[in-house]
């Protein structure tokens, strides 16, 4: 089945840790994002890549990291920078197409934790 | 910056209701309006996309419309089920990065 595939589903992390946070997709989708989302809150966006080897920071980048080396897989990693990491994280992708008409899709998240 | 505002936060229904969800943005410059459904512990499902040059779009029971000048747009639920208890988000597509998201309205319609 077409998708995208957030990993691990929950995620605990320990003090002056790093831990890097899995999005793969097979719908040959050239851009991708990851957002974070705080409860009651909406979706803050964190980076995005609109083509391999390439990512931009969104608006709350700092104490995190990525990279995109492969069309299909996006890894986040946060670092023990982040200082308030706890939260559920969005990984999502589009394809340009028209650009009127650029629907995005969604994993089904990952919850990290700190211990 | 854009700005995407949703009233009300949380909403609390009778089944059979037909209810209405707002949501208004600050820059009227936007390529299109997406509603989005979330479940607990889920990701986003794209309901209905708005394009700017479009008034409304429906699918099935739900109806999205969108008015660019005043900022807004509404997703009208007809005759609500409980399971569309859910969180429903509305973001814009300004196309310099990627969406805008609101906070989101949580309904809860009771059986």
């Known amino acids: 089945d077409g998708g995208i595939t957030q990993s691990p589903k929950y995620l605990f992390r320990k003090e002056g840790q790093n831990v890097t946070l899995s999005c793969e997709q097979n719908l040959n989708h050239d851009a991708m994002y990851w957002y974070r989302q705080d409860p009651g809150q909406g979706l803050r966006l964190i980076y995005y890549?609109?083509?391999?080897?390439?990512?931009q920071k969104g608006d709350i980048a700092e104490g995190y990291s990525v990279s995109r080396e492969k069309k299909e897989s996006f890894p986040l990693t946060v670092t023990s920078a982040q200082k308030n990491p706890t939260a559920f994280y969005l990984c999502?992708?589009?394809?340009?197409?028209?650009?009127?008409?650029?629907?995005?899709?969604f994993g089904s998240g990952t919850q990290l934790s700190v211990l | 910056k854009q700005e995407v505002t949703q009233i009300p936060a949380a909403l609390s229904v009778p089944e059979g209701e037909n209810l209405v969800l707002n949501c208004s943005f600050t820059d009227s410059a936007i390529y299109n309006l997406q509603w989005f459904r979330q479940d607990p512990g889920k990701g986003l499902t794209s309901l209905l996309l708005?394009?700017?040059?479009?008034r409304e779009q429906t699918s099935g029971r739900l109806n999205a419309s969108l008015d660019k000048s005043s900022g807004r747009s509404t997703l009208y639920i007809a005759a609500s089920q409980p399971g569309d208890s859910a969180t429903y988000l509305c973001a814009v597509d300004t196309g310099r990065r990627a969406l805008t998201f609101g906070s989101g309205t949580r309904l809860q319609v009771q059986p």
């Open positions: 890549s609109q083509i391999v080897n390439d990512f």
């Open positions: 999502a992708s589009s394809s340009p197409g028209r650009r009127n008409n650029e629907k995005l899709f």
């Open positions: 708005i394009q700017s040059s479009q």
